[in-house]
């Protein structure tokens, strides 16, 4: 059989803290094979060590071949550390959001491994059209699959910044993955959810349309949220497959624009339980 599992990427990759937070919680990953987005939660001290203790313990699998069991392992470990983190105080525990893909074998044949934690997002846009390959852990999403809430309405649900599962925060977490077989052409965007409080589906599918490159893609992104209100830290990774050859025949490595550091406020995303405390 011959070997597919090499893969040459490009990606661009840019976060913002916004214009409501000096502090950004957002950490993200973006070197092949490893396109991650962690978007902390507990405030200054608290979200931001979170979300870069796990993008520091998942960059250890850049530049190398992971398999799904390899991933896992450096997902378990990120979640240690992030436990270690939080501390006696359950109303500021350190706990952070994970979501992305990194490209693995089965079997001789390319994928992409989902990895998904909380309500940041993966898709994947294909043929022009866009595909949400996460699924939110997020009361709103609970009240969208019951059918109590459309889309339209999640978006401005009082409770949309709330999670039902996360790394850290004082909660259980329990990461959701999938294998998606990896195609030349493949465009991956990997975001927080200072992108899609911002801008609906459409939105994002025509701008990840209209730049062929996909770091100019990342920052038509991120301006268009910011230009939308930028209530959030905005976090955005657009990764194309160009090629399924070398990775190491050409520089993978993301091009990563930072803002500045930022604080949490009221469009913070909170883990439920921390809710559910404060009402009682």
Not at 50 to 60: E, L, N, P, W, Y
Not at 80 to 98: C, F, I, K, N, Q
Not at 144 to 166: K, Y
Not at 229 to 236: A, E, L
Request: aromatic share 4%; proline share 5%; with cysteine.
């Amino acid at each position: 059989m011959a070997d597919l599992t090499l893969t040459v990427t490009s990606c661009g990759a840019v976060t913002n803290p916004g214009l409501r937070r000096p502090i950004n919680e957002d950490s993200i990953v973006a070197s092949h094979p490893v396109f991650l987005v962690a978007d902390g939660m507990g405030g200054h001290q608290a979200g931001d060590a979170a979300s870069r203790t796990v993008a520091d313990r998942m960059r250890v699998l850049v530049g190398t071949k992971p398999t799904v069991d390899t991933v896992k392992a450096a997902l378990g470990r990120a979640g240690e550390a992030v436990t270690e983190l939080a501390g006696v105080d359950p109303e500021r525990a350190a706990g952070t959001t994970v979501s992305g893909v990194v490209a693995v074998t089965q079997e001789g044949i390319p994928y992409w491994l989902v990895v998904n934690l909380g309500d940041s997002r993966t898709y994947r846009l294909t043929d022009g059209e866009l595909e949400q390959l996460s699924v939110d852990h997020s009361e709103v999403q609970e009240l969208i699959s019951d059918g109590v809430l459309s889309s339209a309405q999640a978006r401005s649900h009082p409770r949309r910044n709330v999670v039902t599962r996360a790394m850290g925060g004082g909660m259980h977490y329990d990461p959701d993955y999938w294998l998606v077989p990896m195609e030349e052409n493949d465009r991956i965007l990997v975001c927080s959810d200072g992108l899609t409080g911002e801008l609906d589906d459409s939105q994002i599918a025509a701008i990840l349309r209209e730049f062929a490159d996909p770091l100019a893609g990342a920052r038509a992104l991120m301006e268009a949220a910011l230009t939308a209100g930028g209530k959030d830290n905005i976090s955005v990774i657009v990764v194309d497959v160009i090629g399924l050859s070398d990775p190491f025949a050409a520089d993978q490595t993301a091009k990563d624009i930072s803002g500045d550091d930022t604080l949490p406020g009221d469009e913070d995303t909170v883990p439920r339980e921390r809710v559910g405390r404060a009402a009682q």
